[in-house]
């Protein structure tokens, strides 16, 4: 019996310490799922299925897109601006620009496209009710000659979201009079209402490579933009609406969380496992008990019956 009860009290033991281990690891994940600034944006085709109510929604996705803005390395220049009518249209800004053919030396044209000091040819852009364009003609470059940079938005109106979208489909290189590099965008596209930001809008493979080649000849060209910000439409004040941002699924929060949720399976399953173990034991104990205490009871009133009897 006494045994009985001491393994009562490891059961009981055991099971609060793994109860208590459970709300310890399980913490985290609770505060993982309370912050809003780590839940991922809704993008894409979940909000263009959105049907009632789109200025609601597009107010909570404003709010849900600065949840998620992380603060940003200090850029040295302002935005760049084109002008219409007068109004600023467009804006862009990047913390450095870079271009590199094939091994050559790397291009940092950051300085020539947003140092107001030099400010860089803008004259050929346009902006239009359905699209955009910003030429940034940098003249001639080390042995580039006539090197521009072209970018081309296009402003969609979804019905089943009720708003309008834009894109950036394309960037180009064109450079030597006749030679074009061109990259089509993939994923680069915000409500027309926000800015579009990302940390690398770039066609190298270890920054996701949001630009595709387009040609063999932007095959050999390597171009980065870094902390790329653009809006092409409805800007007021020449300053950037808040910014949908290109975060993906798998952030680092999140891929903690789910990390944290794999740790918590197993421990629940090595605690049902000890309880099963633990229940066996119980079991082949007291089965152990009703076979042994009989026989020790038998032995004893034999015992006391031959003591009478000798008395």
């Known amino acids: 019996m006494q045994r009985h009860r001491s393994m009562d009290s490891r059961c009981r033991h055991c099971s609060i310490f793994l109860l208590l281990l459970f709300l310890f690891l399980l913490q985290p994940s609770f505060l993982f799922l309370l912050r809003p600034a780590d839940r991922p944006a809704d993008r894409g085709n979940d909000e263009r299925m959105m049907t009632e109510d789109s200025k609601h929604f597009q107010s909570a996705d404003v709010w849900r897109r600065r949840l998620l803005q992380t603060t940003r390395a200090a850029v040295p220049f302002p935005p760049l601006q084109v002008s219409s009518g007068g109004q600023p249209c467009l804006l862009f800004l990047a913390r450095k620009l870079s271009l590199r053919y094939e091994k050559q030396k790397l291009l940092d044209l950051t300085e020539r496209a947003f140092s107001p000091q030099k400010p860089v040819d803008t004259s050929q852009s346009v902006c239009r009710q359905d699209g955009a364009t910003l030429v940034m003609r940098f003249g001639d470059v080390e042995d580039l000659k006539g090197l521009s940079i072209r970018l081309q938005l296009s402003n969609t109106f979804y019905e089943s979201s009720g ?14 009079a006749s030679e074009e590099a061109a990259f089509n965008a993939s994923e680069v596209y915000a409500p027309a209402s926000s800015s579009y930001r990302c940390t690398h809008v770039s066609s190298l493979q270890r920054y996701s490579a949001l630009l595709l080649p ?16 653009i ?14 941002d290109c975060s993906t699924f798998l952030t680092p929060a999140i891929l903690m969380g789910l990390i944290t949720s794999l740790i918590l399976l197993l421990v629940l399953a090595y605690a049902l496992h000890m309880v099963v173990h633990l229940k066996h034991i119980e079991h082949e104990d007291e089965r152990k008990a009703e076979v042994y205490y009989p026989e020790q009871l038998h032995h004893c009133s034999v015992e006391n019956a031959a003591e009478r009897d000798g008395m």
């Open 231 to 244: 809006q092409a439409f409805n800007v007021t004040s020449g300053r950037f609406s808040p910014a949908s």
């Open 214 to 229: 387009g040609s063999e000849r932007a095959r050999r060209w390597a171009v980065t933009f870094t902390d790329f910000q």
């Open 163 to 176: 708003q309008w979208w834009f894109s950036v489909d394309g960037v180009s290189l064109l450079y030597n």
